[in-house]
Every structure is written in C-alpha cells, then in structure tokens.
C-alpha cells in the first residue's frame, strides 16, 4: 500500500536555478512578469534569485531590483546568500528569507564558491546564528548530496554529516540536492528516510536535477520516505554554471501533474503556470521539455 500525503508544497527555483545557467542576459522585466505569473499560478515558497557575485554569475546581476520589485512574502519569497557579502546585500533589504549553499563535495564547493567545504561552514555559522537572531528564515541547500562531477559517487555518511552541521548552526530548512541529476530512487529513499527519520523537526525538502529523467521516479520514492516538500522549475529550467553536465530541475507542471493526478493537493493551477512559462519561453535558449508542456503546447 502507498502511503502518500494529502498535501506537497512546491518551492518554485525557476527564476533562480532556472534562470542562473542561461547565457544570454533574460531582461529584468521579464523575470519580473515571470515571477509574478508564478505566484498568480498559486506557487507560495519561490526562490527569486540570488546576491552572488555578478562576475561569477551575470544573469543574477539584477537581483537587489528583482528584491525590491518583486518581494510578496518576506518569509517565503528566498534569496541566495553563498557568504557574507552576500547576507550584508540580503539584510539590505525586506527580504527575511536566505538560501545558504554548500557542497558535500570539496571540489564542488571550491568550484562553486570559491572555499573548501570546511571554510563555507566555519564562514556561516556566525552568519545564520546573526539570521536566525533577526527572526529570518534559514534555508540550508545541500549540493552535491548524491554525486559530484569532478568526486563522483558522494557517501551517505557524508551527507548526513553536512545537514547535521547546518542543523547545529540553526537553519530551519533544509534542500538536499542532486546537482548533477544522477540519483536513483533507491539511493534518494535511503538518504531521505534516514533523514527524516534522524532530523524529524526540521523542514526537509528534495531537490532534483532531472538529467537522466529520474526526477519524478526519485520524488516518488522521497513521498515513500514523508517528504512533503520539493523544489521544481516551471519549464524544467535550470542547472548550476559550476556543474558540467547538469541539465534543468524536475519540472514543476509534471511533478505537479503527477501529484495532483494521485490525489495530493500541491495548489497550484496548471493552465497558469503553462501561462507563466510563456513569459519566459522566448528568452531562453533551449525548448520547454517537460511533458505536460509539449502535451499542452500552444500554438
Ligand atoms: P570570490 O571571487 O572568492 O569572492 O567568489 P571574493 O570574496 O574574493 O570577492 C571578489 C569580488 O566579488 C569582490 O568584488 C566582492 O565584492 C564580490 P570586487 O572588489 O572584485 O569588485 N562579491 C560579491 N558581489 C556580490 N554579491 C556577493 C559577493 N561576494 C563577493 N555575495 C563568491 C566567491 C561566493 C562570491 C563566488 O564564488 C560566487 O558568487 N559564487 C556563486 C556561484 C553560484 O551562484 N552558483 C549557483 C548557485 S548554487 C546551485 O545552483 C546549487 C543549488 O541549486 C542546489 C543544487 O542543485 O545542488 C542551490
Ligand atoms: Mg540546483
């Protein structure tokens, strides 16, 4: 017998992983309307992008506009913070939510951000510990958790030791990633139910790259496990610069077209977010691939 949740919260990465990876520059207007359909398609929880380094990441060059325009809830619209500078920018303005990342894997971490793993933790805990003082929301993202590409296969053990660390610091929530879109179902029901079964009172969410088409397979296997909470791109966008070989997020109309077909509430409007896909179709340089939106394409 499946054993399922009545409900599923979708936290919408689109117009920040999904964007991040894109390189011609997507016009600030554009984002905005992007994220503003988003919302009207009932999505609550969203990254809106993130205060990194403009050399490292130029399509994110324009976030403390998209901040300003286009913060909603203060406590659930994220933006990502890699470092101090980073939550200095974040401070400055009313946004209360931070996304930190860190890699699992070194290699990934130094590629990424620029520091060992070990350098990342020592520079955010002071700075979640200063967040969690303000009353901020603290949204740990977890790289790397199954697979590296430059260390490969990444221990279980590992894993679990970073999101101890970031659950020691205090951060509310947690995003376990696979980066690079290589996970099984049975290697993301293994880490994610020990998860759950060993931090029971933290925020857990899954968050999969869809490289080899195993997204919804894995998601499955995390409702297995009692995750209630997934991060998705509308239109399968995404993927990280630092990450070779890694494509778009599980598209947030399938996994939503899964979930709500099984029963499970995700509140979010289908024809809408085929809406807001729209908005940014034209500015990307891949097509849409997801499943619902060839099915369902316009003309
Ligand atoms: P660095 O070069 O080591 O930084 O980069 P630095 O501290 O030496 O500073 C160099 C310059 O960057 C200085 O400017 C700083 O002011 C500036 P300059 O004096 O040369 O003009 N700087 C910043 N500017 C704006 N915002 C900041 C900031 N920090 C420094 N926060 C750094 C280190 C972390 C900045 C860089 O490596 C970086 O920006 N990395 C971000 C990479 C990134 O965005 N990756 C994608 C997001 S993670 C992801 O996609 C994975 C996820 O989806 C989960 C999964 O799928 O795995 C979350
Ligand atoms: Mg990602």
Not at 11 to 16: A, F, L, S, T
Not at 79 to 104: E, H, M, S, W, Y
Not at 110 to 127: G, H, Q, V
Request: with cysteine.
């Amino acid at each position: 017998m499946l054993s399922l949740p009545e409900r599923v919260t979708i936290i919408e990465v689109g117009p920040r992983d999904g964007l991040q990876n894109e390189n011609q520059f997507v016009p600030t207007e554009v984002k905005k309307r992007f994220i503003h359909a988003l919302r009207l398609a009932g999505i609550t929880e969203m990254e809106l992008t993130s205060f990194v380094s403009p050399r490292w990441v130029p399509q994110m060059a324009d976030a403390a506009e998209i901040v300003a325009d286009c913060l909603d809830d203060k406590k659930k619209d994220i933006v990502l913070t890699p470092n101090r500078k980073g939550i200095d920018r974040l401070l400055a303005t009313n946004c209360q939510a931070a996304a930190v990342f860190v890699g699992v894997s070194n290699s990934f971490n130094l590629k990424n951000i620029n520091k060992s793993t070990s350098d990342s933790m020592a520079e955010l805990r002071p700075l979640i510990e200063r967040l969690k003082e303000k009353q901020y929301f603290v949204r740990a993202c977890v790289s790397t958790a199954f697979y590296c590409p430059y260390e490969g296969k990444i221990s279980e053990q590992d894993t679990h030791e970073l999101c101890r660390e970031f659950i020691e610091a205090g951060v509310d929530e947690l995003s376990v990633a696979d980066t690079i879109g290589m996970a099984v179902p049975s290697e993301a029901y293994s880490l994610f139910s020990r998860l759950k079964d060993q931090f029971s009172d933290i925020l857990l969410t899954a968050h999969f790259h869809d490289t080899r088409k195993l997204g919804l397979a894995n998601i499955m296997a995390c409702l297995q496990a009692g995750v209630d909470r997934f991060d998705t791109a509308a239109g399968g966008l995404g993927g990280c610069p630092f990450a070779p070989g890694a494509t778009g997020n599980t598209a947030t109309e399938d996994v939503v077209y899964m979930l709500e077909r099984m029963g499970i509430h995700t509140g979010v409007d289908l024809s809408k977010l085929l809406e807001a896909i729209e908005i940014v179709r034209p500015y990307v340089s891949h097509p849409i691939e997801s499943s619902y939106y060839r099915l369902h394409q316009r003309e």
